[in-house]
């Protein structure tokens, strides 16, 4: 996965770059948790993107 500013929308991301539509063209397998948890969530927070939100619940989940 490419870095991307933090409040970039996915909607502007080059098609093969969103997690969705990696999921259907790649398979499971080719996304990291980011991507998977990003896709559940579905949706970000304020200025910030699902996959960003899923960044931070992934980072905070390790430091337990």
Not at 23 to 38: C, I, M, N
């Amino acid at each position: 996965m490419k870095l991307r500013e933090p409040d970039a929308n996915i909607r502007n991301w080059p098609e093969q770059d969103r997690p969705a539509v990696k999921l259907q063209s790649k398979g499971p397998d080719a996304l990291s948790d980011t991507e998977v948890l990003s896709i559940l969530l579905r949706n970000g927070h304020g200025e910030i993107n699902a996959v960003e939100v899923a960044r931070k619940v992934l980072a905070v989940a390790a430091s337990w």
